[in-house]
């Protein structure tokens, strides 16, 4: 595996950061100044955050409990900071991963600078920063109607981070969500969270969906022999409201316990939300300034 790699995508205007797993998109606004600064600041806290992750792997594997457990790097305590509240269902730190990477490399990002926005998408998971009476506009992946929805966050929502879930994701799931995308205070949260939903997102038993143990697939996986989806046939429309139902269930208790601020949970074509995202009509034209989720 090579060490970490940062370069510059077309146009300068946005920073690639790569390194083994971690695959993160950086973009600042502000005055030239201080994005450069904080362009600088994010390459050089890159340059450690996978070998800190790796150091404590084996612990961040294991189940979460109501009780946090303590870590020593900043990125590992931001995952099971995310996680315990969750811990009455089966969950580890690893479903916060990518949100907590996000988290911290934004913290670098704006470590001592004047920014008006910036965020870090880390994948598809993204954390984000909004100066007052700013907003930053989101395309949302995998909605099921053939080309990216759009949600716009403004600094007032209080929503700083974004992070989609789903069977057919980079990640495992337990589901058979398309998609399920969150909005929470940080990248984190929404990760942890949507991890949770996506897996409640379920028919049980039905003999259409395609599961395997975890660990045939990647042995090392914190799931271990927990039957993850790989693939989904045909499923009668009243089965398929059943399981957004049951991932809205879940959806509905995270929002009202304050733990997600909303969620938008899609499959086959259908769609449930959970609290205030609008979603706008879909654009095929990539709109100016737009972060990924």
């Not at 304050?258 to 879909?282: D, E």
Request: aromatic share 4%; charged share 20%; net charge neutral.
């Amino acid at each position: 595996m090579n060490g970490p790699q940062a370069h510059w995508l077309a146009h300068g205007r946005r920073l690639h950061l790569n390194h083994g797993p971690i695959d993160l998109v950086v973009e600042a606004f502000g005055e030239p100044d201080e994005c450069r600064a904080a362009y600088a600041q994010a390459v050089a806290r890159f340059q450690t955050i996978l070998t800190e992750l790796v150091e404590e792997l084996p612990e961040l594997r294991r189940p979460a409990c109501s009780i946090p457990r303590t870590f020593v790097g900043a990125t590992a305590r931001r995952m099971e900071t995310a996680v315990a509240p969750l811990a009455e269902k089966f969950i580890t730190p690893m479903a916060a991963v990518a949100g907590s990477v996000a988290d911290e490399m934004l913290a670098a990002l704006l470590s001592g600078r004047r920014l008006d926005r910036a965020y870090v998408n880390n994948g598809g998971d993204s954390a984000i920063h909004l100066g007052k009476s700013q907003s930053m506009t989101l395309a949302v992946a995998g909605t099921g109607h053939g080309m990216a929805d759009r949600i716009t966050i403004r600094a007032e929502d209080g929503v700083r981070g974004v992070a989609t879930s789903g069977w057919r994701g980079r990640s495992f799931s337990l589901g058979i969500a398309d998609a399920v995308t969150v909005l929470a205070r940080t990248g984190a949260e929404a990760d942890a969270a949507a991890t949770l939903i996506a897996n409640a997102v379920d028919l049980p038993g039905h003999p259409a969906i395609h599961r395997v143990p975890a660990r045939d697939l990647a042995p090392d996986s914190d799931l271990g022999g927990r039957l993850v989806t790989q693939g989904v046939g045909a499923v009668a429309p009243g089965e398929l409201a059943q399981a957004l139902d049951n991932g809205l269930a879940v959806a509905e208790d995270f929002r009202r316990r304050g733990l997600i601020a909303a969620s938008a949970l899609f499959l086959a074509g259908q769609t449930r939300i959970s609290g205030s995202v609008a979603l706008a009509a879909p654009n095929k034209h990539k709109a100016k300034e737009t972060a990924h989720a």
